[in-house]
């Protein structure tokens, strides 16, 4: 089995990725994709929840949606949050979220939400938080930017998903490739099939 992509954006047509988008117009570029989800974030163009919830009838999960810090407007963004949750959990759909320097607050509105089928994607966040999201029934995934973190040696003894969070397409599959085989190299087995193995039930 090809390594499975938690995170990546619409491209080359493909069944190995959960494909997101960061704009809720961007709906188009989701067909024939078969593990798709419509999202809006602070830096996508169009918020419309009304097209969240016609791809939620359609089947698409939701996302990616979330709180980032470094935008304007945190109470206009935390409102388009907790509605957007409020589609993903009524449809029954996964929530991909992607949140920047908000842990705390993103943590409060899933627990409000009650919503437990999310993923923490592009997770940075420390060890703490990392287990309470999964505490909450999400999962984490991690791309190479994790690295970075200073939770990171922690973080990989905890169940993650990996990502590329990159276009669907040739690079995209040699990044999940290669960041997979890093990480097993790091934790002494092979992990190259867990993303797929966890996220299958769900999607
Ligand atoms: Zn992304």
Do not use: C
């Amino acid at each position: 089995m090809t390594d499975f992509d938690a995170h990546a954006h619409p491209g080359a047509s493909t069944e190995n990725a959960f494909i997101a988008t960061a704009s809720s117009d961007e709906a188009g570029k989701l067909t024939g994709y078969r593990y798709k989800a419509l999202g809006a974030i602070p830096e996508g163009r169009e918020h419309s929840l009304r097209n969240l919830e016609n791809a939620a009838e359609a089947g698409f999960h939701i996302g990616e949606i979330g709180i980032d810090s470094r935008y304007p407007d945190m109470e206009g963004q935390m409102a388009f949050f907790r509605d957007a949750l409020t589609i993903a959990k009524d449809y029954d759909k996964i929530a991909v979220i992607h949140t920047v320097r908000a842990y705390e607050l993103t943590y409060k509105t899933l627990r409000t939400s009650g919503i437990s089928r999310f993923i923490m994607h592009g997770y940075t966040g420390s060890y703490e938080m990392a287990k309470q999201f999964i505490s909450l029934g999400g999962m984490i995934s991690i791309g190479r930017r994790a690295m970075r973190a200073k939770s990171f040696s922690k973080l990989i003894t905890l169940p993650f998903l990996t990502e590329s969070d990159m276009p669907a397409g040739y690079e995209q599959e040699m990044e999940i490739r290669n960041w997979n085989r890093e990480l097993s190299e790091l934790l002494g087995k092979d992990i190259s099939e867990r993303t797929w193995e966890m996220l299958s039930e769900w999607l």
